[in-house]
């Protein structure tokens, strides 16, 4: 029999679940860090701005960049024993599709809880759309905030856009990785994690 453990998560009822995991979790520290490299997993289940952020990631001088992509996690258990040390995972979700949130959501219970210790962040797309429900964009910045992870928003239909969530991507992973000196990714993630406004909760009356 497989050995595992419970795994709590809070999803955006705000219920607090209880899930019996297969001890098959992505784990942050099971493995050596790479010399003057990082490793980023993107995950997003419709495969739209991922490659085109992996392309700008990888063309980064100052370290080595590998960026590893998948729809939804668990990742293959078969490749467990050839894959590098994830140092930070990315879940992009597209604001516009319920079922990217979705599977952001669902992919959450398989990642160590050490991940959340400065090494998750969600990247959303698609914000300012007008068919975007504002229920939406709040239950993303609820999960990150009771997360503690960062939020950020990208702009993925233009090359300035994508250039700049690069840039954005890359100065978490670098202190993600251990590459920034006198910097620990939970501190960066005290500075950088979401929060919610306090009147987030309130019925709008627009």
Known sequence: ??????????FRTGIVLS???????????????GLNAANI?????EEQFQKSLADALVEE??????????KSL??????????PRIDLVVFIINLTSELSFQSAEASLKYLDPGYLLGKVCFMVTNARNASVPTERLDAVRKLAAALHC???FAEDQTPDGVTYATKRLLSIL?????????ATALYLSSLTSCTVPPDIDQPSFD
């Open 1 to 10: 029999m497989s050995r595992g453990f419970v795994y709590n998560i809070l």
């Open 19 to 33: 899930v019996y995991i297969r001890m098959s979790l992505l784990k942050p520290f099971s493995k050596l860090p």
């Open 41 to 45: 997993l993107l995950v997003e289940c």
């Open 61 to 70: 001088t100052a370290v080595t960049v590998y960026v590893r992509l998948a």
């Open 74 to 83: 668990p990742l293959p258990k078969e490749n467990e024993e050839s894959r």
């Open 150 to 152: 960062p939020l950020l």
């Open 174 to 182: 670098k202190v993600s990785a251990g590459l920034v000196p006198m």
